[in-house]
Nanobody, 128 residues
Framework: QVQLEESGGGLVQAGGSMTLSCSVS????????MAWFRQAPGKEREFVAR????????NYSDSVKGRSTISRDNAKNTVYLQMNGLKPEDTAVYYC?????????????????????WGQGTQVTVSY
């Protein structure tokens, strides 16, 4: 059974940078499309970024596009999310997830139902 563990969160000042890591165990990460989501207090889980198996295709939400980079190292079974120019509104718990092998075509890439395995999350807090 695949397990995901996020790390790298913490407290950072606005304008700063942070790199989150998602370590995958139990299965080789190379078979999965991977994604990052986040959830702020009182809000729904929100799509952040997605990466293909080889890393050649990436997708980003409008809220992070241009200041975030999703990447992966399949040899290390790890996926990363680098965020620059952090804003207080980036404060949230960040989760990584594996994309289902089979999903309904109506499930857009930003639909959390498209993903099946989730980590416990890592808290990112951006202060003013």
């Amino acid at each position: 059974q695949v397990q995901l563990e996020e790390s790298g969160g913490g407290l950072v000042q606005a304008g700063g940078s942070m790199t989150l890591s998602c370590s995958v165990s139990g299965r080789t990460v190379s078979i999965y499309y991977m994604a990052w989501f986040r959830q702020a207090p009182g809000k729904e889980r929100e799509f952040v970024a997605r990466i293909s198996r080889s890393g050649g295709i990436t997708n980003y939400s409008d809220s992070v596009k241009g200041r975030s980079t999703i990447s992966r190292d399949n040899a290390k079974n790890t996926v990363y999310l680098q965020m620059n120019g952090l804003k207080p509104e980036d404060t949230a718990v960040y989760y990584c997830a594996t994309e289902r092998a089979v999903f309904l075509s109506r499930m857009a890439i930003d639909d959390s139902a498209r993903y099946d395995n989730w980590g416990q999350g890592t808290q990112v807090t951006v202060s003013y």
